[in-house]
């Protein structure tokens, strides 16, 4: 995956994804069709090697891919904004994760901003940042926020990554968060698994069903589960936003759980680098 981090556009026919503010560092299954996740809902994937991010170019929607490939969050001094699929961050390496059956969890401050995009050559402005005055759990909340030049067909991700190795394989993941979103059109967390060299599983809170935030919410409890393919190369989370607003997120835990708790709605996707 790595940060074409899927724009994901809510459509029809998605089936499935100042003071005190400090800069960041850096299918359908519901089980079965086929499915690309985009804007409402989205979430997004990278292709081999370091990540490189890419940007929707239509309000129906474009996800991204998976992939072998390394991408992750990234830790720079400055709070990241985007206009557009060039200049989008370029993060690091991603840490590996720790062995399967341990829990684990990504700080607010591994979320940086992945990818951004608009329909219609219209431009696209959205920041992440960590927001010292809004906490959850007694931790600050990273932030995702659009900025002037967003439209309703804009959108915007964050993005933060682990690296699997085989010992996850097979394996059922739960990841949990909590977001809140303010005047947002749609906001969005999201679990993805890339799979090499181009496919992903991923639960972008839109697949079957919309469970996105819209508008004004408070602290929402997001719990995703999935079953990690064969062949994985690592996970891929984040919040996202398509059109305008904020959507703020607490840390993010990853536990694995038995067959007794189920999968939640999910999508598949296939080849685009990200897309």
Known sequence: MKNNVLACVLAVTLVACGGGVAPVSGSADTNGANASSSGGGGAGSSGGGAASSSSS???????????????????????????????????????????AGTSFTADTSEQS???????????????????TTTTVDGKPAALLASQAGSSQYSWGQSASYRLIDSSYWGKRYRM???????????????FEIDVPPATYVIDNMSIPTD?????????????????????????????????????????????????????????????????
Request: no cysteine; net charge negative; aromatic share 8%.
């Open 211 to 275: 469970r996105a935030l819209h508008g004004t919410t408070d602290w929402v409890d997001v719990s995703m589960v999935l079953d990690v393919p064969q062949n994985a190369s690592d996970f891929a989370f984040g919040t996202g936003l398509y059109g305008g607003g904020k959507v703020w997120s607490g840390p993010i835990t990853f536990e694995e759980v038995d067959a007794t708790v189920p999968t939640t709605p999910h999508g598949f996707g296939g080849a685009s680098n990200g897309g």
């Open 57 to 99: 170019s239509g309000a129906s929607g474009s996800s991204s891919g998976g992939s072998s490939g390394a991408a992750s969050s990234s830790s720079s001094s400055s709070s990241s904004s985007s206009s557009g699929s060039s200049g989008d961050p370029q993060p690091p390496t991603p840490p590996p994760a720790p062995p």
């Open 176 to 190: 949990h968060a909590k977001i809140k979103a303010e005047d947002a059109g749609t906001a969005y967390l999201y």
């Open 113 to 131: 901003l992945a990818s951004s995009g608009a329909a219609y050559g219209q431009a696209s402005h959205y920041t992440t940042t960590v927001d």
